[in-house]
């Protein structure tokens, strides 16, 4: 059954598959969770062990949006939630994921508790709740994203008009749910003297997170902080066009033709492209933006900004730093989660939905959601695919080779 939770079969497929009833499904599916749980808090102990000069310094942190279906079908709509995750650059170990919710708290508890607390008089810092939102306030985001929602006057007596998070859980602020993985981030890196680089994605608040939790690394300027930020919205075409300028900027910013590129050796092909963006960065005002001019067809139009730099940072170390500035680690596990985590594929418009998206293999339960998104990240580490030859974890070295199901099982 592992290999269907982390193979794209949604739960009813699943079900047929086995010849288990539902119930049955979501208690293997607890079970698993149970056995993960159990290996990652004793084998993501050993992170003290790990030579990080020798495997990278590097993370990338980066998030999605997953939905979950109403309790109403006729409702046709989802919530959306933040999926926070940051990837070891080099190896793809996947170091923290955490989802916008907490499935063990029921809404109306949570509004009882704000209320006999006095929490709605006081600004949402300085709330005793402030880590989840009230009923009050989910109640306010449902009426602006079902604004636009048509429903036949037929349906209109079945709808249920008190919608809330199906079943129990709440959703976390996402300023306090991105505070919480980059102090756990620190935890995991202990207190050497390594100097990491964390690039993150465009959000002001992941930023603000990391300079938090990092301040005393910044200081000792032994952390690096980045920000990047791309078209997502650029189609295929539009991203190879990109990608041939950019290789016609290389052309001419290095001297070396794009026939004679190939045959360089990778040394040489970075040393090369670090000199020019050194000369490109000269006369540049402290941490300002710079827009990368050699275009990916993974992140087109890239810009990067230092916010940790410093007037005594060597010029080519913030050329390499602007090279290295980039989410696709991170990313690349976002595409495989869509991939092979039924519920996790972006939600469908169809002619017929009035406006309405809708899938019928998106789940119901938060508390499902947290412990599939756990298990898949568990399997991508440790376990991989039937092609996988070295697993992240691996890579990383904390393992000495694949897991075996008989070992996890076991």
Request: aromatic share 10%.
């Amino acid at each position: 059954m592992l290999w269907m939770i982390t193979n794209g079969m949604p739960i009813s497929k699943i079900s047929d598959f086995t010849g288990l009833c539902p119930r049955d499904v979501y208690r293997k599916i607890d079970f698993i969770y149970d056995r993960v749980v159990d290996h990652t808090a004793r084998r993501e102990g050993s992170f003290q062990s790990v030579n990080w000069e020798k495997v990278g310094r590097r993370f990338a942190t980066d998030s999605q949006r997953l939905h979950l279906n109403w309790p109403n079908k006729k409702t046709r709509a989802q919530i959306a939630v933040q999926h926070l995750c940051t990837a070891h650059a080099n190896t793809g170990y996947i170091m923290a994921a955490h989802l916008g919710l907490d499935p063990a708290i029921d809404l109306p508890d949570i509004e009882a508790a704000m209320t006999a607390a006095g929490d709605f008089g006081l600004p949402r810092a300085f709330r005793r709740q402030a880590r989840v939102w009230s009923e009050t306030e989910f109640k306010t985001y449902l009426d602006k994203i079902t604004r636009g929602v048509q429903i036949h006057p037929s349906e209109a007596p079945d709808v249920d008009v008190d919608l809330q998070l199906p079943h129990r859980g709440s959703l976390l602020r996402q300023d306090v749910m991105q505070l919480a993985h980059a102090f756990l981030l620190r935890h995991f890196l202990g207190k050497g003297d390594e100097r990491f680089v964390f690039v993150l994605d465009a959000d002001s608040g992941l930023a603000l997170s990391f300079v938090a939790a990092f301040a005393k690394r910044i200081k000792e300027a032994s952390a690096d902080v980045i920000v990047v930020q791309f078209d997502k919205h650029q189609s295929n075409d539009q991203r190879n066009m990109l990608v041939g300028d950019g290789k016609a900027s290389l052309e001419f910013a290095t001297g070396i033709a794009r026939s004679q590129w190939s045959s360089l050796k990778l040394s040489d092909q970075l040393e090369l492209t670090d000199i020019a963006i050194e000369g490109m960065l000269q006369g540049s005002p402290l941490g300002a933006p710079f827009a990368w001019p050699f275009h990916t067809k993974s992140e087109p139009h890239r810009r990067i900004r230092i916010l940790t730099d410093r007037a005594d940072m060597d010029p080519d170390r913030r050329a390499r730093l602007m090279r290295l500035a980039t989410l696709r680690s991170v990313d690349a596990y976002f595409h495989k989660v869509r991939s092979n985590i039924r519920f996790a594929a972006r939600p469908a418009h169809t002619p017929s939905g009035n406006g309405r998206t809708w899938d019928r293999h998106y789940l119901y339960n938060p508390e499902t959601m947290v412990k599939v998104v756990e298990i898949y990240r568990f399997a991508h580490n440790w376990i991989g695919s039937s092609k996988t030859k070295e697993t992240p974890a691996m890579k990383l070295g904390i393992a000495r080779g694949k897991m075996r199901l008989s070992e996890f099982f076991g």
